[in-house]
């Protein structure tokens, strides 16, 4: 397993680009929405999602919510325990919903971001990042069963067993994602790829210098962004909160005009 610092020494001689082509977007989102945030709801927080921790100073007031409290030191304001089905807090109270590597772990995202859409107040943000399915290396993942998710994030992130959760993808595409947020009443305000398969490869030096060229090859290809393990988004709260049923019943007259061959 390599250390931090041999990761970061391999990025800067093979791919020097890798961190800002993995968190540009979302330093820029954070530079447009923090100023002028209050509350920021860090949904699935664990113990606080790892990169917001260079915002802190920017944040007044962080807090997560998790279905399981915090097992190490923290830098939250204040924690929930909940789910994300139902967010204990009153409607419009955030102006920021972060939810980072969690979503796919949700069996209904779409109860997830009428949650969201809810205590989110009029043009809050939601800022997700979650897996692509399009990516070889994610459906090597979805292909996997649990246990081999815990044996390796145990491996190789140090994660304890209790904080690897069990995985579903239920809308881990780009139309797909973005299909479910609509339905919720969101705008789209960023909707991108970027690709880290390196960091699924940090267990040999050799596989991890291959991941890199991999990663930065993909963006140089015409259909390499197909190909990209992660999606990230940034969503705008614009229609009223909508019904479970309303959400669902629109994504069936979608797939039912799809298959009758309308345009969408």
Known sequence: MLDYSSQQRLKERSYPQARADAFGALWQALDRHLPPCTLLLDAGCGCGTWVL?????RIPQWVGLDVAPPTRPHLLDDFLLGNLAHVPLEDGSCD??????????????????????????DEGVLIVK?????????????????FVH???????LHYEE????PTFYRCN?????????????FRREVLTRFDDSYNYLAFSRRAYILGLYYSRALKMLPWGQHLMAQIFAVYRKTAPTPTIAGIEEGMS????????????
């Not at 069996?107 to 009428?114: I, L, N």
């Open 150 to 156: 815990r044996g390796w994030k145990a491996r190789l």
């Open 96 to 121: 920021i919903v972060f939810c980072w590597d969690v979503i796919e772990h949700v069996p209904q995202p779409a109860a997830a971001f009428v949650e969201f859409h809810r205590v989110l107040r």
């Open 173 to 185: 595409t780009v139309a797909g994602l973005h299909r479910q947020l609509a339905a919720a009443g």
């Open 162 to 165: 209790n904080e690897v959760f």
């Open 53 to 57: 921790e260079r915002h802190r100073s």
């Open 253 to 264: 007259s979608i797939k039912g005009s799809r298959k009758r061959g309308q345009p969408q």
């Open 130 to 146: 979650t897996p692509c399915l399009t990516s070889p290396v994610m459906l090597v993942s979805r292909l996997s069963p649990t």
